[in-house]
């Protein structure tokens, strides 16, 4: 087996940095190489996972916020309207007491 150093279609940059170009599809030395290949792509989306997870993290207490505040908002309206519902309560006694 070589290894992804030795092979041509690997390169390494001046700051360490290595570029694959093959292609599972198209040009691929070895079988292992399509394992090494899952690989880089299982730890590019481990990383990717994890830096939206960071964003998330940033996110919570701005969510909390607008919950919070839409939930203030909601119980506002409701007691805005809490008038409308008491008259009809009002009314809905006075016929209980009357049809006694």
Do not use: H
Request: charged share 40%.
């Amino acid at each position: 087996m070589i290894q992804c150093k030795d092979c041509e279609l690997c390169q390494i940059g001046p700051d360490g940095r290595r570029t694959f170009k093959c292609d599972p599809f198209l040009n691929i030395k070895e079988p292992e190489c399509i394992a090494k290949w899952q690989l880089i792509r299982l730890d590019m989306l481990v990383a990717s996972y994890q830096e939206m997870m960071k964003w998330y993290g940033k996110l919570a207490p701005l969510q909390d916020k607008l919950i919070s505040y839409m939930q203030r908002e909601i119980n506002e309206l409701d007691e805005t309207e809490s008038w409308k519902l008491d008259v009809d309560e009002d009314e809905d006694e006075k016929e209980d007491e009357e049809t006694l």
